[in-house]
């Protein structure tokens, strides 16, 4: 037996989760399938934080998803430090905004997403494996691990950057690998953060304070495979001494909430982001490295501006000429970030004294110039 819809998504993490939520109201029939969807709301704190941007909440806001099950706390000011003496301040007041971001766990906003879908009338989740895919002129056709089939005339794949969909599309991917593995704890904190979030970089890496609701806050480290290992490894007390030795005491003393947990971290970029009936959304089509945080929030632009054009068009959800403006638009903004991501990793990562040099010396130049810092904090808020 095969169940007809108009778009089918594949993955039902952050991003397909808000991409079918984005089409509640419309008169296409959508089904998300994800083998694990969240069931309950966990309290314990998730190591795994994000930072979004004003304009990502904002539309998270008016999906209903951004609600108060989501532990968030707002960046107001973020301080910057290289490795040399360079140093970098960003300040919301500054800039006439409210706050730079929004600090918040992933899995708190992936129950809500899900709370939203299962009240969606148009929108059917289906728990399940795929197993393959037959593809079609005009329709595709998913073929479940348990047999079932399921045809569309739009699939999504929104299954990560290690993505089946993508692949059975023979969809070639390009990885750089950074060498770099990110390290991700909690802590509480012995002074107050007041929304300021902190970044340093240092010669075995990069850290970042982010901060989260109450004197808590997260940290993402940056830094090589087997520095990483060695952190992991140390007892408690003595990796809570280290990440607070390396953020130079800003937060006093810390206590830590959640235990390490470490993600290599690689850049990848799908040689095509669209085919006829097919469209790759977040982690599917792209990753960056995480030292801008921006991750999360290019994945998010994928999704309301792919929601919003099929939206727009008096057309079919798998028009070929739709869904490549959609490409062609998310393209610039994802091939800045890469290479800005990348360059700034390769430009720290350096020990050759000019370079180190420069580093330093065009950091803090950046800091006297409040035009550029503006225009980085206005395109950072998208």
């Known amino acids: 037996m095969v169940s007809r819809y108009d778009i089918v998504i594949v993955g039902g993490g952050l991003a397909g989760a808000a991409f079918a939520l984005a089409l509640r109201d419309t008169a296409w029939r959508v089904a998300v399938i994800e083998p694990n969807p969240p069931r309950e709301l966990q309290e314990a704190w998730d190591a795994r934080v ?10 998270l806001k008016g999906l209903g998803a951004w ?9 107001y000011a973020m301080r910057i430090a290289g490795d040399d003496g360079g140093h970098l301040t960003f300040d919301a007041l500054d800039a006439g905004l409210s706050e730079l971001a929004f600090i918040a766990e992933s899995r708190r906003l992936h129950y809500s997403l899900w709370q ?12 399940a494996e795929t197993s393959g895919v037959s593809w079609g002129t005009t329709e595709h056709e998913l073929i ?18 290690h993505s089946w969909l993508r692949a059975q599309a023979n969809i070639g991917l390009t990885v750089e690998d950074y060498q770099h593995v990110g390290v991700v704890a909690n802590f509480e904190t012995e002074r107050p953060h007041r929304g300021t979030a902190y970044q340093w970089f240092r010669r075995d890496g990069v850290l970042a304070y982010l901060p989260l609701p109450g004197k808590r806050l997260s940290i993402v480290w940056s830094t090589t495979p087997d520095r990483a290992e ?17 953020g130079r005491h800003s937060l006093g003393a810390l206590r830590l909430v959640t235990p390490p947990q470490a993600f290599p971290l690689k850049r990848r970029r799908a040689e095509a982001w669209v085919r006829p009936g097919l469209a790759l959304i977040g982690d599917a089509a792209h990753t960056v490295h995480p030292l801008a945080g921006q991750g999360i929030n290019l994945g998010f632009r994928d999704v309301r501006l792919l929601a ?11 028009d070929l000429g739709r869904l490549q403006a959609y490409a062609l638009r998310r393209d610039e903004d994802v091939s800045s970030m890469q290479f800005v991501t990348g360059s700034l990793k390769k430009l720290f990562a350096s020990e050759e004294a ?5 580093r330093n010396t065009g950091m803090t130049l950046t800091d006297s110039q409040a035009w550029l810092k503006q225009a980085l904090m206005r395109h950072a808020i998208q």
């Open 230 to 246: 060695v952190l992991k490894a140390l007892p408690a007390d003595e990796f809570t001494s280290r990440v607070a030795e390396a």
């Open 354 to 358: 000019l370079l180190r040099w420069l």
């Open 116 to 127: 939203g879908l299962r009240t969606a009338g148009n929108i059917e989740s289906i728990e």
């Open 144 to 161: 479940l691990a348990d047999g079932r089939r399921l045809q569309a005339g739009l699939l999504v794949g929104a299954d990560g950057a």
């Open 50 to 59: 994000y930072a979004y941007s004003p304009g990502n909440v904002a539309w």
């Open 308 to 318: 919003e054009s099929l939206r727009a068009a008096h057309l079919a959800p798998g």
């Open 67 to 75: 609600d108060a099950t989501v532990r968030s706390q707002p960046v």
